[in-house]
């Protein structure tokens, strides 16, 4: 499966963005989705994911009640809403796909988009 991340940018503490995945070539519907970022000179972390049955919401406790994930398997396609950013939350950001019928691991990856949230 192919992901397009966009959405990111420059906005204040406080503000909001809503980052877009686009994904094609598979059945996306059969699929988890995640979104992840990498702040600078740190490691990659998780920040939410959507189950493919039942699309059951999972989020890290650092973005929780903060950032909101939502797909439409109709338009294959993965959203993030971010609200009350902080400036910790810049990063570039990535969405994932695994299969969700069997275990396995995020191996699909978008390029990433980058958001920058300014004090």
């Known amino acids: 499966v192919q992901l397009q991340a966009s959405g990111g940018g420059l906005v204040q503490a406080g503000g909001s963005l809503r980052l877009s995945c686009a994904a094609s070539g598979r059945t996306f519907s059969n699929y988890d989705m995640g979104w992840f970022r990498q702040a600078p000179g740190k490691e990659r972390e998780f920040v939410a994911d959507i189950r493919w049955r039942g699309s059951a919401t999972y989020y890290a406790d650092s973005v929780k009640n903060r950032f909101t994930i939502s797909r439409d398997n109709a338009k294959n396609t993965l959203d993030l809403q971010m609200n009350n950013l902080k400036p910790e939350d810049t990063a570039v950001y990535y969405c994932?796909?695994?299969?969700?019928?069997?275990?396995?691991?995020?191996?699909?990856w978008g390029q990433g988009t980058l958001v920058t949230v300014s004090s």
């Open positions: 994932a796909a695994r299969p969700g019928t069997i275990p396995s691991r995020y191996t699909y």
